[in-house]
């Protein structure tokens, strides 16, 4: 286990849908009772009445398809990731605390432990996110595309993920750009639709916690560090 909760990259898609502001529903496939994120747009029924008329959220080439490409929708995209190494505290331990299977001593009237667990910090990392707003219908477009950018608000705004702790984390993001992608080749299928780009100054873990033993006394003999598995 982690002495403080990780992130994972999942973690990150998944404040995409948090900061969006969208929830789990539930709906009915062939009997099988199955999950999608969706969100309600002022002003818009989205006509999925199995949603209670909210919008899907979901990101593009999901596991779990909803239903083919049925509009209006909210769909994410991770693009591009890379270190940020002028952000990363190098060689520093975020958090030490008593081991698992450590016990108890009094040393010198001092209480302490056995061994310690220590973690390593996140290494940090920008992640470059696209959310694309889709819908048949301009005044649908509008109220979705006006909804977006009421939580990702431009030029910075604050992207919440959830650790694996449970714990609420809030990280900066910003660099925010909308372009307009839509494609009116023909009327009947036509899509009117825009995209929301933004980065995202965020942190992963990727390095395995320590276990160490204490210094009983003055005679003590360090034994090898071994890696511990991480809570996720």
């Known amino acids: ?4 909760g990780t992130l994972n990259l999942r973690d990150w898609d998944e404040g995409c849908m948090r900061t969006l ?3 789990i529903s539930t709906y009915d496939v062939d ?3 199955r ?3 969706a969100t309600e747009v002022p002003g818009i029924d989205s006509g999925f009445a199995e949603l209670d008329q909210k919008i899907p959220c979901q990101f593009q080439d999901p596991e779990d398809v909803y239903q083919p490409y049925r509009l209006p929708c909210f769909q994410f995209r991770r693009n591009d990731m890379s270190p940020a190494f002028e952000r990363h505290p190098w060689y520093h331990w975020a958090a030490r605390g008593p081991a698992k299977d450590a016990s108890e001593v009094i040393v010198n009237g001092v209480k302490g432990y056995t061994a310690y667990e220590n973690q390593w910090r996140a290494t940090q990392f920008d992640i470059s996110y696209e959310l694309m707003v889709l819908a048949r ?3 649908e477009h509008m109220l979705m595309l006006h909804y977006a950018l009421r939580h990702f608000l431009p030029p910075w705004f604050i992207f919440k993920v959830v650790d694996s702790f449970g714990e609420l984390r809030q990280y900066d993001a910003g660099e925010m750009s909308v372009s307009n992608t839509s494609e009116l080749a023909d009327i009947a299928d036509r899509t009117v639709s825009s995209s929301i780009s933004f980065l995202v100054r ?3 873990d990727l390095h395995d916690d320590v276990v160490t033993p204490a210094v009983l006394s003055r005679n003590f003999t360090y034994s090898v560090f071994k890696p511990v598995e991480r809570r996720v």
């Open 1 to 4: 286990m982690s002495v403080i």
């Open 21 to 23: 502001g969208a929830e």
């Open 31 to 33: 009997g099988e009772t």
């Open 35 to 37: 999950g999608i994120y």
């Open 137 to 139: 219908r301009q005044q």
């Open 202 to 204: 965020g942190e992963i």
